[in-house]
């Protein structure tokens, strides 16, 4: 059949449409723009930096035709490989690009294998063309993701992964910037979040030669900013039920109506992650495989390096995560860190906190002697600032509270004097570190900065350097036998209430009261030296003779002999709760709510004896880094909270007239005037108005102003 008047070898998308419709009856159209394509190629190839449009349309049409024609089309893919490779650096960007989106188009109807594609494109990524990088970039990323979908492919994730290990180590800068970028971003989004692809930026990427290379992979172990995941959440802080609740009530717009659309999807995505599970995402520096030999590699590169000030910061960040993170050793770090702490060093306060992330109990005290030394030396002096002073004992008790025996009992007992200070800041930072050492090591505190016992403080032995406290029961377990006999209990006093009647009410049980933890009084102390041995029975007898001597001691009876009191009374009772811990343990299978009632145990034995929480535990929630606001937390007026601040605006409107725009009137009850009115009018009947007041132009300004000048000078 022969077609007259025949159009379509010139009008290739309509022959596309027909060929996909019917490929069968156009398969000689096909053969005919295939050989066109071979001969444009052969004449491209003779001179590959000009940018051939007749080329790029019919790459374009074959390759969305391909699937039509599986036999021709088996050498079509390889044929622009061969192009790319041999000419990828002087081809013309635009058709460089076009080849390659024909490329990812044939990758789709898998005519060429993911590999060889993907292979090919990280070399292109070495041309200077910054479009054609990013593009190839946001494939990669998203063909790797495609295939690791459904299922992981490990041998080919292992196969690319080390294609882009080698790529790491190549010398174009560009090529490996985007690898590690590459590695980076697929990490975050859960595809490659393996060890191995960690161990690869670590042992590449930090100790690249290239600079940019180094900064990412430091950034990568440090992790992504809170501005950044706060600015990712913030389409979740848009209420929906104010938008549908507002659209009920006002016209309706396209504008409402989008509005609305878009907060239902909102709403929607909201619903659908508090439904999800929560994922438990662990930093990066939990999956090195040699935390030991990356930390001194690390720090033997910062200490020979010329690198910006900014870089040597991230270095010993990573560092001193890796340090307080896997409880490493490295004496050589705080020596250096010390030579730093000065109240003059730009970012000293990121110092101090990297002093405390590498503090740990493991640690020597005399190792982190040097630390100590300088922060008590250069910040906790009086010819310093408050604030320099406040941010050095806070710094103090950071690392104290990571590494308890960092302080020695003279230094400590000096810091803890500042509790008295004039500033607040410095009073309150110095009390903090009391509140810390009255939980872990009272015993380093003065006598009176020890403070009231309290059921924790009772229980807690202090710990010598490397000594470990395995116990063989699950603390504050305890509490689950009152669940046994809560019930029982409440059955008696019932019956004894209808039989008694009002008398019964005389008779309160205060076994478990807080009485018990009273410093005990001179009929308790009697009963208590009792039950003691011969000895106590002796100094007590001696006590009794001497009345007069005994009333100058009772006036410096100190905080050391109520705890001992405290303890001996306790004692008994802690063994048979720990007995009785041992047995539960043994016997019963905890539930989430069993969990639950021991954590709100053991935190009353906190409380119990204190008048408040802790500024320790207000401070330092449980965590792996320590928080630069912990060491930059100035106590001088903390913020109010939402409604701190509404109750102190409603107290302020109090004694005051109703808020509100006021005109000039004396009576209320009067008209306003016409030039009042018309702010609340509608524009459209007063825009007759509003046409008059035409701005004036600067040449009219300009004559006006010299008119003015004129006249002020003759008036002279």
């Known amino acids: 059949m022969v077609r007259h008047n025949n159009q379509l070898p010139n009008n290739l998308t309509q022959l596309q449409n027909l060929i996909k419709r019917d490929p069968a009856s156009y398969k000689e159209e096909f053969h005919q723009q295939l050989a066109h394509f071979e001969t444009t190629l052969e004449i491209f190839n003779l001179n590959p930096t000009q940018?051939?449009?007749?080329?790029?349309?019919?790459?374009?049409?074959?390759?969305?035709?391909?699937?039509?024609?599986?036999?021709?089309?088996?050498?079509?893919?390889?044929?622009?490989?061969?192009?790319?490779?041999?000419?990828?650096?002087?081809?013309?960007?635009?058709?460089?690009?076009?080849?390659?989106?024909?490329?990812?188009?044939?990758?789709?109807?898998?005519?060429?294998?993911?590999?060889?594609?993907?292979?090919?494109?990280?070399q292109l990524l070495k041309c200077q063309d910054k479009f054609l990088r990013e593009f190839l970039k946001t494939h990669i990323i998203t063909d790797i993701k495609n295939i690791n979908m459904k299922h992981k492919d490990m041998k080919f994730n292992s196969t690319l992964q080390n294609f882009i290990f080698s790529m790491l180590r190549d010398s174009d800068t560009r090529s490996a910037k985007l690898s590690i970028d590459i590695l980076i971003e697929l990490y975050q989004k859960n595809i490659w979040n393996d060890h191995k692809t960690v161990n690869i930026i670590a042992d590449i990427g930090c100790f690249s030669k290239?600079?940019?290379?180094?900064?990412?992979?430091?950034?990568?172990?440090?992790?992504?900013?809170?501005?950044?995941?706060?600015?990712?959440?913030?389409?979740?802080?848009?209420?929906?039920?104010?938008?549908?609740?507002?659209?009920?009530?006002?016209?309706?717009?396209?504008?409402?109506?989008?509005?609305?659309?878009?907060?239902?999807?909102?709403?929607?995505?909201?619903?659908?992650?508090?439904q999800k599970a929560p994922s438990f995402?662990?930093?990066?520096?939990?999956?090195?495989?040699?935390?030991?030999?990356?930390?001194?590699?690390?720090?033997?590169?910062?200490?020979?390096?010329?690198?910006?000030?900014?870089?040597?910061?991230?270095?010993?960040?990573?560092?001193?995560?890796?340090?307080?993170?896997?409880?490493?050793?490295?004496?050589?770090?705080?020596?250096?860190?010390?030579?730093?702490?000065?109240?003059?060093?730009?970012?000293?306060?990121?110092?101090?906190?990297?002093?405390?992330?590498?503090?740990?109990e493991l640690v020597p005290p005399e190792v982190v002697e040097p630390v100590m030394k300088a922060i008590a030396n250069n910040f906790i002096t009086e010819r310093n600032s408050t604030d320099v002073m406040a941010v050095g004992l806070n710094a103090v008790r950071e690392i104290c509270l990571r590494c308890p025996l960092a302080i020695g009992e003279d230094l400590l007992r000096d810091l803890v004097q500042y509790k008295n200070y004039k500033e607040k800041s410095v009073m309150m930072a110095a009390r903090s570190l009391i509140q810390l050492y009255r939980q872990s090591m009272p015993e380093l505190l003065h006598k009176k900065d020890r403070g009231r016992p309290t059921e924790a403080s009772i229980e807690v032995?202090?710990?010598?350097?490397?000594?470990?406290?395995?116990?063989?029961?699950?603390?504050?377990?305890?509490?689950?036998?009152?669940?046994?006999?809560?019930?029982?209990?409440?059955?008696?006093?019932?019956?004894?209430?209808?039989?008694?009647?009002?008398?019964?009410?005389?008779?309160?049980?205060?076994?478990?009261?807080?009485?018990?933890?009273?410093?005990?009084?001179?009929?308790?102390?009697?009963?208590?030296?009792?039950?003691?041995?011969?000895?106590?029975?002796?100094?007590?007898?001696?006590?009794?003779?001497?009345?007069?001597?005994?009333?100058?001691?009772?006036?410096?009876?100190?905080?050391?002999?109520k705890v001992l009191k405290a303890k001996r009374k306790a004692n008994p009772e802690q063994e048979d709760k720990t007995k009785h811990a041992r047995e539960i343990a043994m016997d019963t299978i905890f539930t989430d709510e069993d969990f639950k009632r021991i954590e709100a145990a053991q935190a009353k034995k906190h409380v119990k004896g204190l008048k408040r929480k802790s500024v320790v535990e207000e401070e330092n929630e449980d965590g792996e880094l320590v928080q630069l606001s912990a060491i930059e937390n100035i106590h001088k007026k903390r913020k109010h909270d939402k409604s701190a601040r509404l109750e102190t605006v409603m107290k302020g409107r109090e004694e005051r007239d109703k808020f509100g725009y006021k005109d000039r009137r004396k009576n209320i009850h009067c008209s306003k005037t016409n030039r009042e009115k018309r702010k609340t009018k509608n524009y459209q009947m007063v825009k007759h108005k509003a046409k008059g007041k035409v701005k004036r132009s600067f040449k009219d300004k300009q004559i006006a102003f010299r008119n003015y000048l004129v006249k002020q000078k003759k008036m002279r």
């Open 51 to 122: 940018y051939s449009k007749k080329l790029d349309e019919q790459a374009m049409f074959l390759a969305q035709v391909a699937q039509c024609y599986l036999n021709e089309m088996k050498l079509f893919p390889q044929k622009i490989v061969d192009v790319l490779k041999r000419h990828n650096t002087v081809l013309h960007n635009d058709m460089r690009l076009s080849l390659c989106k024909c490329l990812i188009l044939l990758r789709n109807k898998n005519f060429i294998t993911p590999f060889d594609l993907l292979e090919l494109f990280f």
């Open 210 to 274: 290239v600079m940019k290379v180094m900064v990412a992979s430091l950034k990568f172990f440090l992790g992504k900013d809170e501005e950044e995941k706060e600015a990712s959440d913030s389409d979740d802080e848009i209420d929906p039920r104010d938008t549908m609740i507002s659209n009920k009530f006002n016209k309706k717009t396209r504008k409402r109506e989008k509005m609305v659309d878009k907060v239902k999807k909102i709403a929607k995505k909201m619903k659908k992650k508090k």
């Open 281 to 360: 995402n662990f930093s990066a520096l939990h999956l090195i495989n040699n935390p030991q030999g990356f930390a001194e590699k690390l720090f033997k590169q910062l200490e020979t390096s010329n690198d910006r000030f900014e870089v040597k910061l991230m270095t010993l960040d990573v560092i001193s995560r890796l340090i307080g993170l896997h409880n490493l050793f490295l004496f050589n770090y705080y020596p250096f860190i010390a030579r730093l702490l000065m109240p003059h060093q730009r970012e000293v306060t990121r110092i101090l906190q990297f002093a405390a992330q590498a503090s740990h």
């Open 461 to 561: 032995k202090s710990k010598k350097y490397g000594e470990i406290e395995v116990k063989d029961h699950i603390p504050g377990s305890e509490v689950l036998l009152e669940k046994e006999t809560i019930e029982p209990k409440k059955k008696n006093e019932k019956k004894h209430k209808k039989g008694n009647g009002s008398d019964s009410e005389e008779w309160i049980d205060v076994a478990s009261s807080d009485s018990e933890l009273e410093i005990s009084t001179d009929s308790d102390d009697t009963d208590a030296a009792d039950e003691t041995d011969d000895e106590s029975e002796e100094a007590n007898d001696a006590d009794n003779d001497n009345e007069t001597e005994e009333k100058q001691n009772n006036d410096t009876l100190t905080s050391e002999r």
